[in-house]
């Protein structure tokens, strides 16, 4: 195997105790920062998604000086705004039987029984507060005539907890955090840096101290410095060239936190989105996502007859294969996401695939608009049908949409602790950017959930106990840690800029994500994993040598930021493609082929796998070593699996 | 620039009912100023109450313009590189020329006090009878045709005008928004038409 | 098919800019529009040119990065469309497309066809929000919010921030924008303590950033991708205008 043997992880810093008062009790043992002291403390976040925006708003509010930064030109832009389903909080506002307990059951077992017992009760404890205070700051929710909120059920949960803003649940709780960073901005508590990119961690005498930035519009490489620094960087998708995420969405920060010491948790754990609308051709930039949501009232089918051409409109009733309701009798079209995925692509494998391709399955909505009515189905899911319809061309009220599976979130992340902090003292890690809390499969509309329940509730409390040792010493410019990661930033952008290869950035990068999808995608096998780790390094030692990137760092150069990032998904998907061949169980949204129970299956190892498993970075070409940190369950038997 | 529009604009309103006292005859047509004259004689003395609303029309013109010009400025200043290429009309026709109406309408203005408050230019001249000297001025195509441009550029300043004082204002919304345009084109068709009825009528000759 | 694209070149901010012709052949009517400058940046890569500039992010419609003037319109033909949604089956075989960068003081040129869009975050600041420090909601539902009134602040609220209606402004003004979160917030219940003084502010930070002011032109409305309704300035208008009557607030 190409890892070596670490020494397991002790220490969570979680508590012990009955579940329901962890999280009390946590804080009530988390020392306080004096407030006079908080204004000489300084705090970096990096990133203004939910998770970010959220930190640095509410940081802000608390009378910390916050330096934030993010890539684009404004955070209100950040990759949070496309999330469209909606969020889970436990209110029973519908009094179905829902309960914070039942949240966290959901969770657990939702995340196939890969993640911690005391984060998840935590996140499904706060979800309730996030509510609150999303209506509080203005969040236009849905809402039913008798003017309080509506909620739906959504992928994979049998009760009505999901909050919704139309399609744009995502875009409206991140304007929510971005209005309240606005405000801390207008403050003077906040200092914004848009258009600037992280692209390395400052670790000096042992506590994580800054960041080195580059300006995207100078070309300026800065060494900011503060007292802690919080990565809210988001999710890797983007390692598979193709995914739902934002072209510029990269790993680069948490890559570079990882060589700095900081462990990485579950890479393999990558989440592929049953509803996308499928590739139309070589030239495709991006896969776009459609709510789950439509699988509430849309039918998913194929031909029964493989290579059946004729249009979905001439195959009648009894030629169509509702595979999911077939096969999973009681959850239907609503099983989770990576059931579905997986469900589609097997039947897509078997020839019955529909489009461009053979690369897609039918989402067919006929039934509900003879149910309901045009408008009815028009008012639920209007602003999706109109987006199918601009990038496919096709109106789905009269012919079914195509859609199939496409990478859209990361399990895996930087490994923290019930603090949100990593292995490095003083980097905290939120978001998407975390491994914490959806363990080896993500339930839908629970990212939001846990983007702003650290944003807002944990990481501002948490953090305290760290800086409540603050202010450290400040840290001289000359100090050799900084000198050090200035020159290898500038290093390295002057690297890229002199291979003057014949090779586009992204041909690199399509060669990568086509690799990656192919062999650690929705599903891997000791043969593919393997070919994938003798490809990447040769495919990455081929960047450096025949990679062209135009123009020169000292000012707006978009191929030259595209080209560091490649050179990261690089390094990442390497360790991807490790820890997936060294789980050699199926969980969530790791599928390893030579696990399956008879009728095909993900079949789980409790006995051998029930652990995190964290790498660390031991350099370049020399291979990574696994912490493993054991998971118990007290409240939540693990069980297989069914959704039958 | 919504209140002076607005009170311009009730002065056209009040000009054009007056104008179409031509088709009652010379008689109703003269008397029109003298009683203008007349109003709160007791109070203003003669003439007082033209006097106060010529000096309150001449403010709401100058502040009119002055806001005009401040716009114009501030458009120039907002975008200070040009589009290279730009298709030209996508909004309104009359919101498009708001600008260049105005300058046509005041240079016209001009024209029309020299000519019929001051009878400088008129073929006539006779300040006691503006019946003989509207008469005389519309029975050449020339001066009818001017005054046409004119009226009909004042319709679409009209049209732009109200709807816009009236978002300006506030008074718009979702629901009232139709109804605020229609009555914005219904209030401008109506002033060119009035004030078109005179030169008309003098034209084909039911006014002699 | 294949496309002449007529595109504004211009190297950094202090430079002097042009409209470059670039041929581009094997145009798929599936392609998005930026999907299309893609490739043609790939082959002026390897052509040893510098690719085109452009900003973009999600590439599906929502976080309001990308935009650009085609041919005189911004974000392109299609209405309630932005930039990386419009796809190349809209236009024809032979077609000159002009591509230019949004055009206004308040938002300069960085590169070829990116801005700097700084100043709408500088209209959020001084307002545009709802004081609510974290922790200190109530429960959600103590406020009950008529549907009308939620769905309206909805759709105020669908706004992106791309800068659409600047560009399209024959004055170069941002009212749209600004009367936007305006109305998004100010029709809410929980806006109402801050309606009026957040109406001024933003209105003063506008004008103090050099957008033009509004003469309802209705040009930006078309050009909105989320067709965000006029009459949010005619809202923004009324709050502003209370509170000039009243006096209640003056700006900041």
């Known amino acids: 195997m190409r890892y070596v043997e670490g020494a397991p992880i002790a220490d969570t810093a979680a508590p012990g105790g009955p579940i329901e008062t962890r999280w009390d009790r946590h804080r009530f043992g988390t020392r306080l920062v004096n407030p006079a002291n908080k204004r000489k403390l300084t705090v970096i976040v990096v990133g203004t998604g939910l998770a970010g925006g959220a930190a640095a708003a509410t940081l802000g509010e608390l009378g910390y000086n916050v330096l934030s930064f993010c890539y684009q030109d404004s955070p209100r832009r950040a990759h949070s705004i496309a999330a469209q389903g909606g969020i889970n909080a436990a209110k029973n506002y519908r009094n179905d039987g829902d309960s914070v307990h039942r949240l966290f059951y959901d969770t657990v077992k939702g995340g196939d029984f890969r993640s911690r017992e005391s984060n998840v009760y935590r996140l499904a404890q706060i979800s309730v507060e996030i509510i609150d205070q999303c209506v509080a700051q203005g969040v236009p929710f849905a809402r039913e005539y008798g003017g309080l909120l509506d909620t739906r059920s959504f992928g994979g949960a049998q009760v009505s907890r999901t909050f919704y803003a139309r399609g744009q649940t995502g875009q409206q709780l991140l304007l929510g955090a971005y209005q309240a960073l606005a405000r801390q901005v207008n403050a003077g508590r906040v200092k914004m840096h848009p258009r600037t990119e992280m692209l390395d961690l400052v670790v000096a005498d042992g506590r994580a101290r800054g960041i080195v930035a580059r300006d995207l519009v100078t070309g300026e490489v800065t060494t900011h410095l503060a007292d802690a620094v919080v990565l809210a960087t988001g999710g890797y998708g983007n390692v598979f060239y193709l995914s739902t995420n934002a072209k510029g969405c990269n790993a680069t920060a948490i890559w570079r936190a990882h060589r700095r010491g900081a462990l990485l948790a579950n890479p393999c754990y990558t989440q592929i989105h049953p509803t996308c609308i499928p590739v139309s051709g070589d030239h495709q930039s991006k896969l776009t996502l459609m709510s789950e949501s439509l699988r509430n009232d849309g039918r998913v089918w194929v031909p029964v007859r493989a290579g059946d051409t004729r249009p979905a409109n001439q195959i009648p009733e009894s030629e169509r294969d509702y595979y999911l309701e077939r096969i999973y009798p009681s959850f239907g079209n609503l099983v989770p996401r990576d059931i579905a995925s997986r469900a589609a692509k097997n039947v897509c494998d078997s020839g019955h695939g529909v489009g461009p391709g053979g690369l897609g399955v039918y989402l067919d909505f006929a039934d509900a608009i003879r149910r309901l009515g045009k408008p009815a189905v028009e008012a639920k899911y209007g602003n999706l049908f109109e987006m199918y319809q601009r990038i496919t061309g096709e109106d789905p009220y009269e012919v079914p949409m195509r859609i199939y599976p496409a990478v859209h979130y990361t399990m895996g992340g930087l490994w923290v602790d019930y603090d949100l902090q990593s292995t490095i003292p003083g980097l905290f890690v939120v978001g998407e950017a975390n491994f914490s ?25 948490t953090i305290g106990g760290y800086l409540a040792d603050g202010p450290f010493d400040p840290v001289p410019a000359d100090h050799p840690a900084v000198t050090e990661a200035e020159t290898g930033v500038r290093d390295r952008v ?11 950035v992204d041909s690199f990068h399509r060669e990568l994500g086509r690799l990656m999808w192919d062999h650690c995608g929705m599903e891997r096998s000791e043969e593919g994993l393997r070919k994938a780790l003798e490809r990447i390094p040769e495919l990455r030692q081929e960047f ?52 399956q129970t008879p009728d095909g299956e993900a079949l789980r190892d409790d006995e051998r796998f029930s652990y995190v498993a964290a790498w660390e970075y031991a350099g370049a070409d020399e291979p990574p070593v696994l912490h493993r940190e054991a998971l118990d369950f007290e409240y939540v038997t693990p069980s297989q699996r069914s959704y039958k | 620039m919504a209140v002076t529009g607005g009170a311009m604009f009730l002065f056209v309103i009040g000009h054009m009912a007056g104008n179409l006292k031509v ?17 709160g004689e007791g109070l203003l003395g003669h003439g007082g109450f033209v006097w106060i609303a010529r000096v309150g029309l001449l403010l709401s013109l100058v502040l009119h313009m002055t806001a005009a010009i401040q716009l114009a400025r501030r458009a120039r200043t907002a975008r200070p590189a040009r589009y290279q290429h730009r298709r030209p009309v996508q909004g309104s026709y009359a919101a498009r020329t708001m600008r260049w109406g105005g300058v046509i309408i005041a240079l016209f203005l001009v024209y029309h006090l020299m000519d019929l408050t001051a009878g400088w230019l008129n073929p006539v001249g006779d300040l006691e009878n503006p019946y003989g000297n509207v008469t005389a001025d519309f029975r050449h195509w020339y001066v009818s045709l001017t005054y046409a441009v004119a009226i009909v550029t004042l319709g679409f300043h009209i049209r732009h005008g109200v709807w816009s004082a009236l978002q300006t204002l506030g008074a718009s919304n979702g629901a009232r928004q139709r109804v605020l345009r229609g009555v914005a084109l219904g209030v401008a068709v109506a002033i060119c038409a009035g004030f078109l009825a005179v030169p008309f009528s003098v034209l084909t000759g039911l006014v002699k | 098919m294949r496309l002449t694209l007529r595109v504004w070149r211009q190297a950094g901010p202090d430079e002097d800019g042009r409209l470059v012709d670039y041929a581009v052949d094997d145009v798929s009517p599936d ?53 990386c949604q419009l796809h190349m089956r809209h236009f024809s075989d032979g077609d000159v497309v002009v591509i230019e960068p949004w055009r206004a003081r308040a938002f300069p040129v960085i590169r070829d066809l990116v801005v700097d869009r700084g100043a709408f975050d500088r209209i ?47 004055n170069g003004s941002g009212m749209l924008f600004t009367a936007a979160k305006a109305t998004h917030l100010g029709l809410l219940p929980q806006g109402q303590p801050e309606r009026h003084s957040r109406a001024v502010d933003m209105l003063a930070t506008h004008d103090a950033l050099d957008f033009g002011g509004c003469t309802n032109a209705g040009e930006c409305a078309p050009a909105c991708p989320k067709g965000i309704p006029l009459e949010s300035i005619a809202r923004l208008n009324r709050d502003v205008l209370r509170a000039t009557v009243s006096g209640a607030h003056k700006p900041r």
């Open chain 3, 124 to 170: 959020i600041e001084a307002g545009g929000y709802i004081t609510a420090p974290t922790g200190s909601a109530p429960d959600a539902h103590a406020i009950p919010i008529p549907k009308p009134d939620a769905d309206k602040a909805f759709e105020a609220a669908a706004c992106i921030g791309c800068g659409a209606c600047v560009a399209a402004c024959p």
């Open chain 1, 437 to 461: 809390d959806h363990g080896a499969n993500r339930l839908g509309a629970s990212a939001l959930m846990q983007g702003l329940a650290d944003g807002y509730f944990v990481l501002p409390n």
């Open chain 1, 494 to 504: 002057a690297r890229l800029l002199a291979v003057n290869g014949d090779r586009t």
């Open chain 2, 23 to 39: 088709l009652f005859g010379p008689e109703a047509f003269n008397e029109h100023p003298k009683w203008l004259r007349s109003i």
């Open chain 1, 544 to 595: 450096w040598e025949r990679v062209r990137v135009p123009g020169d760092g000292e000012g707006l150069n978009q191929a030259l930021e595209k080209a560091g990032r490649v050179a990261d998904f690089f390094e990442l998907a390497e360790l991807m493609c490790v820890d997936a061949l060294h789980r050699t169980e199926s969980c969530g949204g790791h599928f390893r082929a030579e696990s």
């Open chain 3, 31 to 83: 392609m998005s529009f930026l999907e299309m400058l893609d490739v043609l940046n790939e082959r002026l890569v390897l052509d040893g040119e510098e690719p085109i500039a452009f900003d973009h992010d999600c590439r599906e419609g929502i976080c309001g990065m990308c935009g650009m003037m085609i041919n005189g319109v911004a974000h392109g033909p299609e209405r309630a469309t932005t930039t």
